[in-house]
């Protein structure tokens, strides 16, 4: 069965250091595709950054980077130089059967503290 | 300004009475989607529709309905509400059904069945 994990609940990181949050998948599609999207307080969801299951590189946007690893079946969000506004819950989500259907993770809450 | 709108953004209900979510983009996309949000559990995907008149199930279709008769619009139906529907609710849209496609969420409907 498809299925995203990501076994965080909650992580702490000091304000201008590196996080990792973790996200693990299980899928026999050949082809699919990863996002992380970002949900503040305020609740709305926001779309951070995608990675496909043949792109050759990893993912980045700004200060976030995607470290895929496909042997391992492993897409791990880190953020670099951590801001207060990056306190929010992160989502893992795959796209799957020809990118119809989502599934999404559990979730990582992330807080920066000053 | 490109969006997808929710209303209502808030609603509490009784068991048994009927009720419509109505979710509507305009940016032309093709590809909307339905989501159910609860603590633990991420996101849980409802029904999605790859264009006009084509729609189909989720993970968790079951207690719902939805039509697609427009292009901008993508209307969630609970013909008899439960409590266990009582959930955080968002819509979400993208371009198409290609791999790839970020998708663009509504500001979520948080439902309360008593």
């Known amino acids: 069965a498809q299925k995203i994990t990501q076994t965080q609940p909650g992580m702490f990181v000091q304000e201008k250091e590196a996080v990792t949050l973790d996200c693990t998948y299980d899928?026999?599609?050949?082809?699919?595709?990863l996002f992380w999207y970002k949900q503040p307080s305020s609740g709305e969801m926001i779309f951070l950054i995608y990675?496909?299951?043949?792109?050759?590189q990893n993912a980045t946007e700004g200060r976030y980077s995607l470290n895929f690893q496909k042997a391992r079946k492993s897409a791990n969000l880190v953020i670099s130089a951590s801001q207060l506004g990056d306190s929010a819950m992160y989502f893992c989500?795959?796209?799957?059967?020809?990118?119809?259907?989502?599934?999404f993770g559990a979730g990582t809450r992330l807080f920066v503290k000053a | 300004e490109a969006q997808v709108t929710q209303n209502p953004r808030y609603l509490i209900t009784v068991t048994g009475k009927k009720l419509t979510v109505t979710c509507s983009q305009n940016?032309?996309?093709?590809?909307m989607s339905w989501y159910r949000q609860d603590p633990g559990l991420g996101l849980r995907q409802i029904y999605y529709?790859?264009?006009?008149?084509?729609?189909d199930k989720g993970d968790v279709p079951e207690g719902y309905k939805v039509s697609r008769k427009e292009k901008r619009n993508f209307p969630l139906i609970l013909e008899s509400p439960s409590p266990n529907q009582t959930s955080l609710y968002f819509c979400?849209?993208?371009?198409?059904?290609?791999?790839?496609?970020?998708?663009?969420f509504g500001p979520g409907t948080r439902l309360t069945v008593l």
């Open positions: 979400a849209s993208s371009w198409g059904t290609s791999l790839g496609n970020e998708q663009f």
């Open positions: 989500a795959m796209d799957r059967g020809g990118g119809f259907k989502t599934i």
């Open positions: 529709s790859m264009n006009v008149e084509v729609t």
């Open positions: 899928t026999s599609d050949p082809s699919y595709g």
């Open positions: 990675q496909g299951s043949y792109d050759q």
């Open positions: 940016m032309n996309h093709e590809y």
